[in-house]
């Protein structure tokens, strides 16, 4: 399985919708894999806009994948139910 690779950089809050939308960007593909080692914060809204990312995504048969957060970020999007993997 190919996936489209979308390499997110700087904070993924209410604030900053450049970077939101560079993953509603990434809806285009099927299947996507967020890199999210170059994100310092991220807040409600960010975690908004990768659920809408993951039911398009979903709707068409695709997967998401998440990878590279630092411990907080993991953290939140663990408790909202997504699986970060290290690499």
């Given at each position: 399985m190919n996936f489209?690779?979308?390499?997110l950089e700087?904070?993924?809050?209410?604030?900053?919708?450049d970077?939101?939308?560079?993953?509603?960007?990434a809806?285009k593909?099927k299947?996507v894999?967020l890199?999210?080692?170059?994100?310092?914060?991220?807040?409600?809204?960010?975690?908004?806009v990768?659920c809408?990312?993951?039911t398009a995504?979903r709707?068409?048969?695709?997967?998401?994948?998440?990878y590279?957060?630092?411990p907080?970020?993991?953290?939140l999007?663990e408790?909202?139910g997504?699986?970060?993997?290290h690499?």
């Amino acid at each position: 399985m190919n996936f489209k690779k979308v390499k997110l950089e700087g904070s993924l809050v209410f604030s900053a919708p450049d970077s939101k939308q560079k993953i509603r960007d990434a809806i285009k593909g099927k299947n996507v894999a967020l890199d999210f080692s170059g994100v310092e914060s991220m807040d409600s809204s960010g975690v908004d806009v990768i659920c809408e990312l993951r039911t398009a995504l979903r709707r068409k048969g695709g997967s998401l994948r998440l990878y590279g957060a630092n411990p907080q970020i993991r953290e939140l999007l663990e408790i909202c139910g997504f699986t970060v993997n290290h690499s």
